[in-house]
């Protein structure tokens, strides 16, 4: 078949888009198993400093690992009872708390965490525990649990459906438990997959608010970086990966709605 | 239904929080057993009215609803043990068809056995049996309402609601599911209120049927009080069409520009008058001369737009099979025990 100019001349500009967004990933993860980076791979392929990152860097893992869940944990609790609550009261005030839930999106990190080091900064306790670090993840993932579970919540009729549960005799608790968590459910798996992700990924506000003893993922990275050989730094981005992109690849998979993954299944299938 | 209640509602009015007034302070009795259809157009009120009886809306300070004597007016829906079937059918997705009929029996903890028997009995009461473990999102629109119907049936309620349950539906599907909820109705012998802007609806399911206007009830009676015998214009407007002429008495008589209509004693300046009641009769006797404007062939009958002059226009129809064509001129009349007379 033969193809227009034009056809290959795009094929050439995606290419290139793409190299230009895969090599840098690609040379890092080269870098982290490279004897040395400046001889480059002819001085052999090594696991060595992916294990000295491990001995170095386990304990900024765990604690990310940890942060993460306990933020999920958070705005779980938090984020889903007022994304019903703003949906189920639709007035001026509901769509102003919506707006404003936001602001930490839009707000730098540095800002909100300068915020809390100036306002809790005196609390001697907290300010060097790794629960302050989680005040900062929360405020600024409680948005995008609010917000997944808000749009899935518009989406389907969620008050005739209470009512139905209601005039069948269910009290508030077994509609919530029974009706309205698990057709929100496909929003709370979005959300908590989004709050997992940043929560593991954040810098800005960690950056701020972090110790020597509190030390997170990314922070850890960037520490590296400055203090370590390259090929650690590397290496400590391999294990980055490994922990995140699954997690991309599950939202990916969620974000789609189920009536087109069941088509995509019934093509397979033939 | 053996725990079937009467209904009572006394100076239920509703205003909402931003002042629109969606009821008039009504009273409506309701005998157990019995069939009311709430008829009206949008914005009359009758939805308002059904999720007072549901509890679903609080009456106005005053209102009071009462189930076979005991007061419910502060008793919210889930202990007022009724059964509810919506327009949008409102079954559960996360549910099967089995699932969502056993959902009532679920929260009032009855045991699995029981509640086997009782969705089996409830299946195929509603002809939904091989249905069991489908999903809500594999059914048609009338297998949801009827699995709806049957959700609603299966905690035996003391009343059942039907809010608009067919208009979601297709004609032919309408009429089939009107069929069945009928036959449900009167075999269960349950107290049901019934939600419509549908007149055909009203009529074929309404042991009564209130008409609303406003937020008000202008008439309640038996489709047949309804038809023949509307108490407003609002009624005789709203419930199928109704003709209406003018002229000047003379005697017994009504003088029109096209002829005489024979009226009676308590002949009026103004008499209405149902399409069906117009007959075309031979030229003899007291008749008006009809032009036909209009000749709709509709098959089982003809419908034909008559020109009585004056600018008065009527709607006729005929079950003659003669052909009838515009311009040609029919001789008319309407024998007085049809004609209806409203100030």
Redesign the interface.
Known sequence: MSRSPRFYLQLAFTVLVCAFLVVPVVLSIMAGVTENFFIGIKSGLTLRWVVEVWSLYSKTIFLSIGIALATLAVTLLIGVPAAYVLARRQNRYTRWMEELLVLPVAVPGLATALALILLYGQFRGFRISWSFILVGHVLFTLPFMVRSVLAVMGAIDLKTLEDAAASLGASFTQRFFHVILPNCRQGILAGALMVVTLSMGEFNITWMLHTPLTMTLPVGLADSYASMRLEIGSAYTIIFFIMIIPLLVAMQWMSEPPNVRARARKKQHG | MDNTVGIRLAGCGKTFADGTRALERVDLDINPGETVVLLGPSGCGKTTMLRII?G?EQPDAGGRVLFGGEDVTLL????R????V?Q?Y?????MSVAENIA??LR??GMDAAQKKQRVDEMLSMMHLDSFAERQIDQLSGGQRQRVALA??LA?RPRVL?LDEPLTALDAKLRESLRAEIDRLLRSLKITAVYVTHDQSEAMALGDRIAVMDHGRIAQIGSPRDIYYRPATRFVADFIGSMNRVRGSVEGEHLRLASGRLHVGPRVRAEVLFRPEDVRIVDSGGAHLQARIVNAFFLGDHTRLILDLGDAQTIIAETVERREFRPGDLVPVTVDAAALLFLD
């Open positions: 549901a679903l919210p829906i889930e202990q043990h009724v059964g509810m919506f949008s409102a079954l559960f997705p996360n959902y009532g929260v009032r959700r609603a905690v609601l």
